[in-house]
Structures are given as structure tokens and as C-alpha cells.
């Protein structure tokens, strides 16, 4: 561990921070354990591994401990797209039915359930960068909202465990509407698992094996993948749902999972396991524009793009969102391509920088990178919802409570 001091944080306020998390999630039972990495200037400043990573066999949270990212996937997904975009084999304004005919005339929900949805033409046609921003008119069974999101669950879209291929769930979303005309709101979807489908199509190389060769193998992610292989078993997490009395009930055992075998649909928007030491990898290379150790992923001026706010008009997410479900808040935050940016800190009650892009996972993983101040913070935990608690907000405030000394 390098000297906290040094890199600007106080080593009281760093324990505070442990003993938050040990007392509200770990020993309350909130949390089966948690594992937090801080980084500053490329040095990590803490590390914390608290609790268990499989409650019922009694074994500890450790260094190497492999975890379910969900969405922290969509990142990863976003820049191995943004691969190709520089390439010059893609645009961001280019129409998605360019690529995949089927969806060429998709019309509009206005009305009606399943089994005869009544539809209006789109105001104009879905475009690659909707797809990075979330303003495409797809949605997630899991918002819960309208009949089209009952129309994602009966077909079981994206869902884990779902039996079917990227082709398959191509030609399912074909056949049904969209939530709204392409720009006119944003919706947390599968918007990002189709960008994994267009990976494969367009490079032409298989999309699991396009994030191995492009990404995972030039940054050293050596436990990053869309499933455990079994001499890795050992290390994997269980996964637990919060329950009403706050406590955990187990949801996904590490022994029978069905991560332990090859996924058929490659889900880019939800379907990596990896460890925290791998996306620091993965967080590194985005916080120094592209680069790690002498592999270049993307361009500098790529990942400026990436963490701009993209959502039209320069408007942020209170004003376009109309998702029940997010990894984000919406106050002062804009939207970029393949992550949620923050536009004006005041709004979101938060300490936090301009500029400073991040994500989370389904089971209350999360990271973000602040430009400003050179840090990097990644969190992992395997307890689904990610908003049974304010773990995000609350972990925030005790991070940028512990610096001491600011850079920006």
C-alpha cells in the first residue's frame, strides 16, 4: 500500500470509511461482505475487503475474489464499439438498420398489450449513437412501467440465464414496437446488449472473442469474462437479493450457478463476471485517455467523446428520463456514450467533480473516475437490487471526505 498522506488522504477519515462499512452493511447483515479500491495518480491510496463472500460456506471477501459486474459490462462494451467507430467501419450517425435490416421500419408503441399493440410511425430513424446514449426507444423488462416493458419479460429479454443468442434477441426485438420515436426521451434498456451484437457483426470477429483480443488481453484482465471456468470456481462470490426485514437471502450459488458454463446470449449489457483488480485495469485505461502500459485501446480525442454529455439539446437526465430503473440518479447528470457524466455537481447533493463519469451493476457493484482530482474508485458487493441501499451516495461522501487535498 502506497503512503495515503502522500497521496492526499487522511489515514483516520480512510478507517472511518472501513469501519462505516463493516458496521452499516457488513456486521448489520445489509451486505454478505464488500470490497472497495481507491486510486489516486495511478497508485491505490485503500483497499478495503471486508465480510464473506459466500455467507452459507462461511468463506472471506479476498483480493481475488471474482464478482457479477451486470452493467458495469455496458462500459466495456461501449469502448470496444467505439473501436470499430474509429476504424472508420461505423459512424454514430449512422442508422441502425444499416446493420441490421430487420429493424428498418420499427414503428412506435402508442397503444394495447402483447398480443396487438397498436403503433405510430418514428419521428426518424434509430441512429448507432442512440444506442451509446440510451435514447433508442428500447426499454428493459425490468422498468416495470408500460406494456411493452410486460412485453420484454414475456419474451425474457437480456434476461440472465435467457436461452436464446444475440440473433435471436435481434430478430425478438424486431417484431415488437419501440417506447418512444429515437431521441425524444432516455431509457436505461438493451440498447447496450445490441452494441455487443453490432461488435460481432461488424468486425466480424465473434463479440466474446473481440473483448478478449482487443481489451481484456493488451490490459492484463485476466479474470474478465462471461463465465467462471472451473479452475477459477473457487474464487467466484455468491449472489444474494436484499430482503424487506434487511437481511439476505441467497440468490445465485457459486457451486451451481449458471455462470460456471459458456453463455449463449453474450450479453454486453450485463454479462461480465470480474474481479476488482481487473476493472482498476479497465478504469486506468479510461482515466489516462485510452492507454495502459503501452497498450493503446482508443484515442485520446475517442474517450473525450465518450465522456461528453450526449444527450441532444445538452439536457440532463431529470429532464429525458423516464426510466423507473437506473444505475444512476438523475440531478445534474448528463449521459455520454457507454456511461452517466456529471454536469453540475450542486444538483446531485454529492460532492463530486465536472466531468467525473461512472456506472454500476445490478447486484451494488459501482465505479466512477473523477478527472479533476486523478481518482478512481471501484466497489463490489453481490446484492441485488443495486437500490436496496444509498451504498453509492454514502461511499462518495466518505471517499471525498477522507481527501485531505485537492487537485482540481
Known sequence: MNDVTALGFSKGRLRRLDEFLQSRYVASGRFPGVQVLIARGGEIAHSSVLGLRDVERGLPVEDDTIFRIYSMTKPVTSLAFMMLVEEGLVALDDPVAKFIPQWRDLQVFAAGGPVAFRTRPAARPMQIVDLLRHTSGLTYGIQN????????????LAELGYDDTLDDMIEALAALPLEFSPGEAWNYSVATDVLGYLVGKISGVP????????????????DTAFHVPADKASRFAACYSATPEGGLA???DPVTSPYLKPARLLSGGGGLVSTSADYLRFCRMLARSGELDGARLVAPMTLALMRANHLPGGRDLAEMSQ?????????GMGFGLGFAVVEHPARTLIPCSVGEYFWGGAAST???????????????????????????????????????ERRG
Open 323 to 331: 426510466s423507473l430503473f437506473s444505475e444512476a440518479t438523475n440531478a
Open 250 to 252: 441467497l440468490q445465485d
Open 145 to 156: 412501467r408500460t406494456n411493452l416493458d410486460a412485453a420484454y419479460r414475456g419474451l425474457h
Open 207 to 222: 463479440f466474446d472473442q473481440f473483448l478478449q483480443r482487443r481489451i481484456f488481453d493488451p490490459l492484463g484482465m485476466v
Open 366 to 404: 459501482a465505479f466512477w473516475i473523477d478527472p479533476v482530482e486523478d481518482l478512481i474508485v471501484i466497489q463490489m458487493t453481490q446484492v441485488l437490487p443495486s437500490s436496496a441501499y444509498p451504498i453509492r451516495r454514502e461511499l462518495r461522501t466518505l471517499v471525498y471526505s477522507a481527501m485531505m
